[in-house]
């Protein structure tokens, strides 16, 4: 489990093809390592990888092809930037939300807006993420743990400050970039419950205005 407060920003320093999957090495800038042994997670750009080899200043992990199909890394390369955070500790403060590292999808920046104090940025979620996003609502950007400002459809705003742009890779995006979404993992769960018994069945189920009323969760 992580908490989306990113604690370094680290860089690919090479990502070397296994068949399908890729062994991906990250130079860990000022990420304490001295705590990390072989088998912890690493989240790195949000997703959670398993360390397969680690020293003072990189760590190695192996990134599945399931993993390159629905993450950004398809379009990582050797010196890319990216966010890092090590699994939480049951003693350590829960700064940002829950997050699991398991991306549900890839969205993209529509928007860089400068308003001195702080930078609006719009990115567009896939549109089966949209019924998880709300307003005021929490949502995992490359890893960061940030609050949904507004929401238009699928495309959701976010207000970041100069610490966090200087702290992490949100710093250099533009119209155009892709990034990594995890959404509320206690959305999902609410959606599962409320399929009550129908979620034993194999169909797909999905919940809508018709299903909520059916099921009195609308008057």
């Known amino acids: 489990m992580f908490t989306g407060i990113i604690e370094a920003k680290g860089t690919i320093k090479s990502l070397v093809n296994h068949g399908d999957d890729i062994r991906l090495t990250v130079e860990t ?20 990888l398993t360390v397969v080899d ?3 200043h990189f760590y190695s992990v192996d990134v599945s092809s399931e993993t390159i199909k629905y993450t950004g890394f398809a379009d990582y390369s050797s010196g890319s930037a990216v966010n ?8 350590t403060r829960f700064g940002g939300h829950i997050v699991s590292g398991h991306v549900d999808g890839v969205g993209e920046v529509l928007s860089v807006t400068d308003h001195q104090r702080y930078v609006e940025i719009w ?7 949209a ?8 949502i995992t950007v490359d890893g960061v743990s940030l609050t949904v400002n507004e929401v238009k459809g699928a495309a959701f705003m976010l207000w970041l400050i100069p610490h966090t ?6 710093g250099t995006y533009a119209k155009g970039t892709k990034v990594n979404l995890e959404v509320d993992v206690i959305a999902r769960y609410l959606e599962r419950l ?11 189920q999905d919940i809508s205005m018709s299903f909520l009323a059916e099921h009195g969760y609308l008057k």
Do not use: W
Request: hydrophobic share 40%.
């Open 29 to 48: 800038g000022k990420l304490d390592m001295s705590d990390v042994a072989l088998g912890d997670s690493i989240a790195t750009n949000g997703v959670c």
């Open 54 to 56: 680690f020293g003072e």
């Open 84 to 91: 890092l955070e090590k699994a939480m500790r049951a003693d």
């Open 123 to 129: 990115v567009k979620a896939p549109d089966e993420l």
């Open 131 to 138: 019924k998880y996003i709300a307003h005021k609502g929490s």
């Open 165 to 170: 742009l200087q702290e992490t890779v949100m």
């Open 194 to 204: 409320m399929l009550g018994d129908k979620a034993a069945q194999e169909e797909k």
